[in-house]
């Protein structure tokens, strides 16, 4: 159960402080990028995993690989998958609320993963935080 919560605070932790990351155009905020578009970031293992079912949702523009947390700026795949980086696989969904509601986003998000399972998430396996 203590394995459970912990993977839950981690999960939620990434994911607010993925809220707070930088648009697909770079530093300029959402609304300058299209101001019909909001934007999700979810972590939840393999990034190659978690794209096609988003991807295949009416409502998302685009989903973009990357990592979140870590402390090596702009860490390559060989780095993050040695485990020395401290980063995790995230996607970020961009997507038109006005055609998809981003409680759908998180209802497909947790299709995705296992919580429950310190070892990973389905064929994504590795050591639990």
């Known amino acids: 159960m203590k394995k459970f919560l912990l ?4 999960l939620f932790s990434i994911l607010d402080g993925c809220s707070n990351a930088e648009s697909p155009t770079g530093s300029a905020s959402m609304n300058s ?3 019909n578009l909001e934007k999700a970031t979810f972590a939840g293992g ?7 079912p988003f991807e295949k949702l009416e409502g998302v523009v685009e989903v973009i690989s990357g990592y979140t947390g870590g402390h090596k700026k702009n ?11 401290g980063h995790y696989e995230a996607i970020q969904v961009i997507y038109n609320p006005n055609k998809i509601r981003y409680e759908e986003l998180i209802e497909v998000f947790w299709r995705q ?11 994504d396996r590795g050591d639990a935080i």
């Open 46 to 52: 393999c990034f190659w995993c978690m794209e096609p």
């Open 113 to 123: 993963i296992d919580p429950t399972d310190g070892g990973g998430s389905f064929v």
């Open 33 to 35: 990028y299209n101001k």
């Open 75 to 85: 860490p390559t795949y060989e780095e993050v998958s040695s485990g020395t980086t």
């Open 7 to 10: 993977i839950m605070v981690v």
